[in-house]
């Protein structure tokens, strides 16, 4: 059997209530930053998977009423009928490309803040909002429940004449009313909306019943429902009430998207959940207890997997956010039998960082996620090149793998020159720490497409200098160098008053500890001023060594932009887990050989941390030697420093910064400087 029958099943068109998908693969709704702020944007980059070959296309959370007004968020908006056209816009290009466009209506209750609106905020029962704000929520009196049914039904018709073919009910997440209504902590009421599950439920099964009334003759009604909270008996389990729901609503729906519940459940990072299909073992069941399609996700990128789900009877439908984001055409290269070149997503997160800090989308293997309609980029095409002919490419890190990989499908002889024996730079290095090994597919998708050409040549173990660059005579230049730790303690922190380091202090950088050094036997600092990920990880990797760790920070948590990828909690309960003493908003004041002197950020009280030795995470220095040497020589056409040597950032920002060199390389400078990205500019109209 050929790799392409091996997955036919994979592309048979299921029916859906009155519509019908192309295949199983179902983009299931996803956040991104782009929303009803940035529309034409959102519409390019779901056009991409339609494109891609995805059968359904969601869009994301979107608000049916300005009681649910999640502002500043970027998310979906149908207030009203003028919100219509901007959702068009997307419907239009998804169908365009033979795909099933589906929208999740969303009332977001007590997790909405109201703060564009300043509607009161609703909920089952009086409670708290999900944000640490002065508002609290109020309990929904029986008129509240009936115009809140109204919205929706009057959404579900918005949404119709929008031209969605799936309208979602929503419960999941904790971030929606009927969610909120569901379960018991969050829904004390004891009238016929609270108490017994079949009261709880009771809001749901009115909501399904009602938009199936409203749009169910041309659009499908697909509930999304979170099948259980991972809070053990604290919470909705599926082996209990989540099963009960499931059969008390089985054929109400016309499909089910399950899920785990919180958001941080259900997109787990590979660093606490390694596993594709890591819910299974949750929504397993729920196949069995309806005769409608279901569908789950957990990060599938392996057809195999896929395929085996389905005959398992696990899922009629493979569910994808991420893996559609990391590869908007899965689906196509799967049909294809083009397996190896799939873009496997690697669970970092970092998609999710921007919806959380309200930016448009970015994804670290994928460069052009976010940048469909802006910038014009397309995950599998660039323009071929024009007059030059070759390029050197330095340092095959992202940044340098990912530049040589373009330049090479724009057809120019790429040399890659690598000074250490392996390629990957640091996603090589970080993903040899615990929890992190699938960061290395950043570089294994890349080398493995470098591989596949004859216009690319590698050198390993080819540190070059200026003078060797210029015996090779190559015109254009791209030095992706990278950068290193810094080991004086100087950081964010730490720029009015340095630390003071003794003679005798012990110090490891993040880079020693990668490459394999250990401090000296006895007690050791971790200090994080980086405050991102890398210092949490090493504190994890030398208290799994069996090493007396303290784990010093400046900040009030550890690893605080964690919070952005949905795993902070989850990293500061390990490390305690480990036994690794946490201090908090303590600043590193100095260092010697016995103990590390901290001062209380908010007194300036000092105290000492006894240790034998310190790894300091605090900043990195750009590795610029090679360039500045190369650019006083004067002698290239083009020179670009590129990736964490132009600017120190996350992986996704070095790949990023390698993938638009290569599209930069020949343009017309008047063009890349002329207009940055195209914005879409606030209609003064009206
Ligand atoms: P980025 O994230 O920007 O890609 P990395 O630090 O991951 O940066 O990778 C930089 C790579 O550049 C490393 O693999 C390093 O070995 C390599 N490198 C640094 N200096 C030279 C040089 N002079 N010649 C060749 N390779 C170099
Ligand atoms: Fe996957 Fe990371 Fe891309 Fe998100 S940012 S899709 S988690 S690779």
């Given at each position: 059997?050929?790799?392409?029958?091996?997955?036919?099943?994979?592309?048979e068109?299921?029916?859906?209530?009155?519509?019908?998908?192309r295949?199983?693969f179902?983009?299931?709704?996803?956040?991104?930053?782009?929303?009803?702020?940035?529309?034409?944007?959102?519409?390019?980059?779901?056009?991409?998977?339609?494109?891609g070959g995805w059968?359904?296309?969601?869009?994301?959370?979107?608000?049916?009423h300005?009681?649910?007004d999640?502002?500043p968020?970027?998310?979906?908006?149908?207030?009203?009928?003028?919100?219509?056209?901007?959702?068009?816009?997307?419907?239009?290009?998804?169908?365009?490309?033979?795909?099933?466009?589906?929208i999740e209506?969303?009332?977001?209750?007590?997790?909405?803040?109201?703060?564009?609106?300043?509607?009161?905020v609703?909920?089952?029962?009086?409670?708290?909002?999900?944000?640490?704000?002065?508002?609290q929520?109020?309990?929904?009196?029986?008129?509240?429940?009936?115009?809140?049914?109204?919205?929706?039904?009057?959404?579900?018709?918005?949404?119709r004449?929008?031209?969605?073919?799936?309208?979602?009910?929503?419960?999941?997440h904790?971030?929606?009313?009927p969610?909120?209504?569901?379960?018991?902590?969050?829904?004390?009421?004891?009238?016929?909306?609270?108490?017994?599950?079949?009261?709880?439920?009771?809001?749901?099964r009115?909501?399904?019943?009602?938009?199936?009334?409203?749009?169910?003759?041309?659009?499908?009604?697909?509930?999304?429902?979170?099948?259980?909270?991972?809070?053990?008996?604290d919470?909705?389990?599926?082996?209990?009430?989540?099963?009960?729901?499931?059969?008390?609503?089985?054929d109400?729906?016309?499909?089910?998207?399950?899920?785990?519940?919180?958001?941080?459940?259900?997109?787990?990072?590979?660093?606490?959940?390694?596993?594709d299909?890591?819910?299974?073992?949750?929504?397993?069941?729920?196949?069995?207890?309806?005769?409608?399609?279901?569908?789950?996700?957990?990060?599938f990128?392996?057809?195999?997997?896929?395929?085996?789900?389905v005959?398992k009877?696990i899922?009629?439908?493979?569910?994808?956010?991420?893996?559609?984001?990391?590869d908007?055409?899965?689906?196509?290269?799967i049909?294809?039998g083009?397996?190896?070149?799939i873009?496997?997503?690697?669970?970092?997160?970092?998609?999710?960082?921007?919806?959380?800090l309200?930016?448009?989308?970015?994804?670290?293997?994928?460069?052009?996620?976010?940048?469909?309609?802006?910038?014009?980029?397309?995950p599998?095409?660039?323009?071929?090149?024009?007059?030059e002919?070759?390029?050197?490419?330095?340092?095959?890190?992202p940044?340098?793998?990912?530049?040589?990989?373009q330049?090479?499908?724009?057809?120019?002889?790429?040399?890659?020159?690598?000074?250490?024996?392996?390629?990957g730079?640091?996603?090589?290095?970080?993903?040899?720490?615990?929890?992190?090994?699938?960061?290395s597919?950043?570089?294994?998708?890349?080398?493995?497409?470098?591989?596949q050409?004859s216009?690319?040549?590698?050198?390993?173990?080819?540190?070059?200098?200026?003078?060797?660059?210029?015996?090779?005579?190559?015109?254009?230049?791209?030095?992706?160098?990278?950068?290193?730790?810094?080991?004086?303690?100087?950081?964010?922190?730490?720029?009015?008053?340095?630390p003071?380091?003794?003679?005798?202090?012990?110090?490891l950088?993040?880079?020693?500890?990668?490459?394999g050094?250990?401090?000296?036997?006895?007690?050791v600092?971790?200090?994080?001023d980086d405050?991102?990920?890398?210092?949490?990880v090493?504190?994890?990797?030398?208290?799994?060594?069996?090493?007396?760790?303290?784990?010093?920070?400046?900040?009030?948590?550890?690893?605080p932009?964690?919070?952005?990828?949905?795993?902070?909690?989850?990293i500061?309960?390990?490390?305690?887990?480990l036994?690794v003493?946490i201090?908090?908003?303590?600043?590193m004041?100095?260092?010697?050989?016995?103990?590390?002197?901290?001062?209380?950020?908010?007194?300036?009280?000092?105290?000492?941390v006894?240790?034998?030795?310190?790894?300091?995470?605090?900043?990195?220095?750009?590795?610029?030697?090679?360039?500045d040497?190369?650019?006083?020589?004067?002698?290239?056409?083009?020179?670009?420093?590129?990736?964490?040597a132009?600017?120190?950032g996350?992986?996704?920002?070095?790949?990023?910064?390698?993938h638009?060199?290569?599209?930069?390389?020949?343009?017309?400078?008047?063009?890349?400087?002329?207009?940055w990205?195209?914005?879409?500019i606030i209609?003064?109209?009206?």
């Amino acid at each position: 059997m050929n790799e392409a029958n091996r997955y036919s099943l994979l592309f048979e068109p299921v029916q859906i209530g009155p519509v019908t998908a192309r295949n199983r693969f179902y983009q299931v709704p996803h956040c991104n930053g782009l929303g009803h702020i940035r529309p034409k944007a959102e519409a390019a980059m779901r056009a991409m998977k339609a494109e891609g070959g995805w059968a359904v296309v969601s869009n994301q959370e979107t608000e049916i009423h300005p009681t649910s007004d999640l502002s500043p968020a970027a998310e979906g908006r149908l207030w009203d009928a003028r919100d219509i056209p901007a959702l068009r816009l997307m419907t239009d290009v998804v169908h365009d490309k033979g795909a099933l466009a589906a929208i999740e209506l969303a009332h977001n209750g007590s997790h909405a803040t109201n703060h564009l609106s300043r509607a009161p905020v609703l909920a089952p029962s009086d409670v708290t909002i999900d944000a640490i704000m002065p508002k609290q929520a109020r309990a929904m009196d029986k008129s509240d429940i009936r115009e809140f049914r109204r919205w929706h039904r009057d959404a579900a018709i918005r949404a119709r004449d929008a031209g969605f073919d799936i309208v979602y009910v929503y419960a999941g997440h904790h971030m929606s009313l009927p969610h909120h209504f569901l379960l018991p902590h969050m829904n004390t009421r004891i009238d016929e909306y609270g108490g017994s599950l079949e009261n709880r439920a009771r809001l749901t099964r009115e909501l399904l019943e009602e938009t199936r009334e409203a749009v169910g003759d041309t659009c499908a009604v697909a509930f999304r429902f979170a099948v259980d909270e991972i809070q053990g008996a604290d919470g909705m389990q599926a082996a209990e009430e989540g099963r009960a729901l499931v059969e008390m609503l089985a054929d109400l729906p016309d499909l089910w998207d399950v899920n785990v519940s919180g958001w941080s459940n259900d997109s787990a990072t590979t660093r606490f959940e390694p596993q594709d299909g890591y819910q299974n073992e949750y929504i397993s069941f729920v196949k069995q207890t309806t005769s409608k399609p279901v569908v789950g996700v957990g990060r599938f990128t392996s057809p195999d997997m896929m395929v085996s789900m389905v005959r398992k009877g696990i899922v009629d439908f493979i569910g994808a956010a991420r893996p559609s984001i990391a590869d908007p055409f899965l689906p196509k290269k799967i049909e294809e039998g083009r397996i190896a070149d799939i873009r496997e997503c690697i669970g970092c997160n970092i998609c999710v960082s921007t919806d959380m800090l309200g930016i448009p989308i970015r994804c670290t293997q994928n460069p052009t996620m976010g940048e469909e309609w802006r910038r014009g980029w397309h995950p599998e095409s660039i323009a071929p090149r024009e007059k030059e002919t070759d390029a050197l490419v330095i340092g095959a890190g992202p940044a340098g793998l990912e530049c040589t990989l373009q330049l090479a499908k724009r057809g120019y002889e790429v040399t890659l020159a690598e000074a250490s024996d392996a390629v990957g730079g640091r996603v090589l290095r970080e993903g040899k720490l615990p929890g992190l090994a699938a960061w290395s597919r950043v570089a294994d998708y890349r080398v493995y497409q470098l591989q596949q050409r004859s216009n690319v040549q590698m050198f390993m173990q080819s540190q070059l200098g200026a003078e060797e660059i210029a015996e090779l005579g190559i015109a254009n230049v791209f030095v992706a160098t990278g950068a290193h730790w810094r080991g004086d303690g100087i950081g964010r922190s730490t720029l009015r008053r340095r630390p003071e380091l003794g003679v005798n202090a012990k110090v490891l950088t993040p880079d020693d500890i990668m490459q394999g050094h250990r401090p000296p036997d006895g007690p050791v600092v971790v200090y994080d001023d980086d405050q991102i990920y890398l210092a949490g990880v090493l504190a994890e990797l030398l208290a799994q060594e069996g090493r007396d760790v303290t784990f010093v920070t400046p900040a009030s948590m550890v690893s605080p932009f964690t919070e952005n990828t949905l795993e902070q909690a989850r990293i500061q309960s390990r490390l305690i887990e480990l036994g690794v003493t946490i201090r908090c908003n303590r600043l590193m004041a100095g260092l010697n050989a016995q103990a590390v002197r901290v001062s209380c950020a908010y007194t300036g009280r000092e105290e000492e941390v006894g240790c034998s030795s310190a790894v300091l995470v605090t900043e990195r220095r750009r590795e610029t030697v090679l360039f500045d040497a190369l650019r006083d020589t004067g002698n290239f056409r083009t020179l670009e420093l590129i990736g964490d040597a132009a600017s120190p950032g996350l992986i996704a920002d070095a790949v990023y910064s390698g993938h638009m060199a290569a599209r930069n390389f020949e343009r017309d400078p008047q063009d890349t400087n002329a207009e940055w990205f195209r914005r879409e500019i606030i209609s003064l109209t009206s």
